[in-house]
């Protein structure tokens, strides 16, 4: 019924830049929220970015300034542009939609699989 698939995760180098992609598919009336989470190895997972279907964007405070998230309501897909990557970036990348499907009366949390993106010192 609802599907999000991810893409753009892999191995870079310290410093350097990856883009992640994550198209949300199925029988959304609306689409509220796009955003990306992320945990590491023993580690919770933590907000990395949030983009409204106006545009409003919320950072987690250790990408600020590094990382940039946008969106194309007209794909349902969000873009998280990630520079000046760290070690400590290394994580899986889960992407999230806070939505509203056809069929349900409230909004819901959708989530990808995850991609995992690796940042080598």
């Known amino acids: 019924q609802v599907r999000m698939v991810e893409s753009g995760g892999g191995l870079v180098q310290a410093g350097g830049s990856l883009r992640l992609s994550c198209a949300a598919s199925?029988?959304?009336?609306?689409?509220?929220?796009m955003g990306w989470y992320r945990q590491a190895p023993g580690k919770g997972r933590e907000l990395v970015a949030v983009?409204?279907?106006?545009?409003?964007?919320n950072y987690g405070d250790s990408v600020k300034g590094r990382f940039t998230i946008s969106r194309d309501n007209a794909k349902n897909t969000a873009y998280l542009q990630m520079n000046s990557l760290k070690a400590e970036d290394t994580a899986i990348y889960y992407c999230n939609a806070r939505a509203l499907v056809a069929g349900y009366s409230r909004l819901n949390d959708y989530w990808g699989q995850g991609t995992q993106v690796t940042v080598s010192s």
């Open positions: 199925g029988s959304f009336v609306s689409i509220n929220v």
């Open positions: 983009i409204t279907s106006g545009g409003s964007t």
